[in-house]
């Protein structure tokens, strides 16, 4: 298994490379362009962090189809134990707080995309900015999906009495999928659906 999922991490880090350039190259200017396209094939190494992450931040704010790089945040930087940590701070952690007190549409779906993919994101290094997200109801649907992704990921992780205590206060649609479900498996202590298996076809039946 781990061998396994080390070759995938390196297969899907060599995919985000080779399509770096197509993904950001819209939303920088000719310098920048330069700079990543040769970033990660030329002698001085790989690509700069500051451009790399300045692209994941505007193509997660760009009101148009992100799922590439919802898709490479997920599997090449969220699943990844050494990765992991740097990314999520890099494209939500370290300015949820200005996003909570100054939303704008921008940045709010840039939240929204990331809370939702980041199942797989260590609970210690993602619970507070869980929490601070939901002091803002117009992040209270995509807190929910992260924490439902924390449980059904392979590699998702979260820590149960916590996130159930942050179940509580969100304000959801009416037409929300599983919020019972989820609250009854946290409740009864579980932390992801691959390590007790069967637990969420039960909470399906009996909240049906």
């Not at 002091?135 to 159930?164: K, Q």
Request: charged share 25%.
């Amino acid at each position: 298994m781990g061998e396994r999922r080390e070759a995938g991490h390196v297969a899907h880090r060599q995919v985000a490379h080779a399509w770096a350039g197509d993904v950001f190259a819209a939303d920088l200017d000719a310098a920048d362009r330069v700079r990543l396209a040769s970033a990660n094939e030329g002698a001085e190494g790989p690509l700069p962090s500051d451009v790399l992450w300045d692209g994941y931040r505007r193509r997660l704010e760009a009101d148009r189809d992100a799922e590439a790089v919802t898709y490479s945040l997920w599997v090449d930087w969220f699943e990844d134990p050494a990765t992991s940590a740097t990314a999520f701070a890099e494209v939500l952690g370290d300015d949820i707080g200005r996003v909570v007190a100054e939303p704008s549409e921008a940045v709010l779906l840039r939240a929204r995309r990331v809370l939702e993919c980041s199942g797989p994101v260590s609970w210690t290094v993602k619970e507070s900015t869980y929490r601070t997200a939901v002091r803002l109801p117009a992040l209270h649907a995509a807190v929910f999906r992260g924490l439902l992704a924390g449980f059904h990921d392979v590699y998702g992780d979260l820590e149960p009495a916590a996130a159930l205590a942050l179940l509580g206060p969100l304000d959801l649609p009416a037409d929300t999928r599983h919020p019972a479900e989820l609250r009854k498996v946290l409740a009864s202590g579980h932390k992801n659906h691959y390590r007790s298996p069967g637990v969420w076809d039960e909470a399906v039946r009996s909240c049906s």
